[in-house]
């Protein structure tokens, strides 16, 4: 349930923080079914009442034609992905842009880095939920810091952001944890479902978001998965952010999607899936070798598949449910 005040709040919030200004045009390209396009983009044009280019769906050559008219772009990392495979994209097409935002997935570290190099622009990443539209985001003005890749930024204004242990305590500096959220903008519980509502709060009030993460020296916040993705394996936490993370980094990967599947022995492991970069071939063993020079053993995953893509929903994030669903019988007996 959220209400127009948690909304209100949130959307004045962004309009100061992203630097909304006289004369900004969006280019809206995202579904409107989903809080990113129905509230976050919408919302930061209409209060500070600038134009919007509409697309009812993202066409790369279309959005790259319109680009020179807009100075606000919010996409999910996919979307990205397809710009950066337009022969026409670049920093002609960019000329007039003020903002990149991304978020609603993990936007991989080479997206970032080639997006800059081909448009000139650093693409600014956040953090949010339906539950409570955003709570954190990179910095816009360069005085108040550097956006990094990797990280979701800061805690928004207003917005208090906390990980704690499985105990309930605070995890120190750098410590992997379940994030908690407090502020205007966290909705006030699920529609007629009380005990659900008082499972996903803290008795001190704060909203156990389901995500993990950390908070590192500086206060920047990194998002390593959903505690529902966490695999563990003999005992151990292996989170898949970290593990997709080196492998990503490896030649001729383009991505890749880790999950548990359940095991006789370790109850669960490690099942990795990789996507090739166009025209790389890739060697699973190989994979697995290298790993394994890398990273301690129990995060190895036990199997590696090369597929040809990844499943994913509507806003680009990986369904790693059906990845479980597939791989689920693969050590049974």
């Given amino acids: ?47 500070n009442g600038s134009r919007m280019i509409w697309f009812a769906r993202f066409d790369p050559a279309a959005v790259v034609k319109r680009l ?12 990205y992905v397809r710009l950066l495979a337009e022969a ?75 990980v704690a242990d499985d105990q309930g305590g605070l995890c120190p500096s750098g410590e992997i944890g379940g994030i908690e959220v407090k502020g205007p903008n966290v909705f006030k519980g699920y529609w007629r479902m009380p005990e659900k509502t008082a499972e996903e709060f803290t008795a001190d009030g704060w909203f156990k978001t389901g995500d993990v993460g950390r908070i590192d020296a500086d206060g920047y916040v990194t998002i390593v998965g959903r505690s529902k993705d966490l695999i563990i394996s003999g005992g151990y936490n292996v989170y898949p952010a970290e593990i997709e993370g080196f492998i990503n980094e490896m030649p001729g990967v383009a991505e890749s999607a880790l999950v548990g599947v359940p095991h006789p022995d370790f109850g669960e492991v490690g099942v990795a899936a990789i996507v090739a970069r166009p025209g790389a071939a890739l060697d699973g063993e190989a994979i697995l070798a290298t790993l394994k020079a890398r990273i301690a053993n129990f995060k190895v995953p036990k199997r590696v598949f090369v597929v040809a893509d990844l499943p994913r929903n509507a806003m680009g994030k990986v369904q790693k449910n059906l990845l479980r669903e597939q791989h689920k019988g693969l050590f049974a007996g």
Avoid: Q
């Avoid at 004045?12 to 809080?35: A, E, Q, T």
């Avoid at 020179?68 to 979307?79: C, K, N, Y």
């Fill in 88 to 162: 026409g994209f670049g920093r002609e097409a960019c000329r007039s842009m003020r903002l990149f935002i991304a978020g609603s997935a993990p936007l991989l570290i080479e997206t970032f880095n080639e997006f800059r190099e081909r448009s000139g622009h650093t693409i600014l990443e956040r953090y949010g939920m339906s539950e409570t539209v955003m709570l954190t985001s990179n910095p816009y003005h360069a005085k108040d810091g550097e956006r990094r890749g990797g990280t979701v930024g800061f805690p928004l204004p207003g917005v208090g952001l906390r």
């Fill in 1 to 47: 349930m959220l209400t127009h005040g948690n909304m209100l709040s949130n959307a004045r919030v962004l309009k100061d923080y992203w630097g909304w200004v006289k004369g900004d045009v969006l280019l809206h390209v995202l579904p409107i079914f989903h809080v990113h396009g129905l509230f976050v983009a919408s919302h930061g044009a209409l209060l």
């Fill in 68 to 79: 020179p008219e807009a100075s606000v772009f919010m996409g999910v990392p996919t979307l």
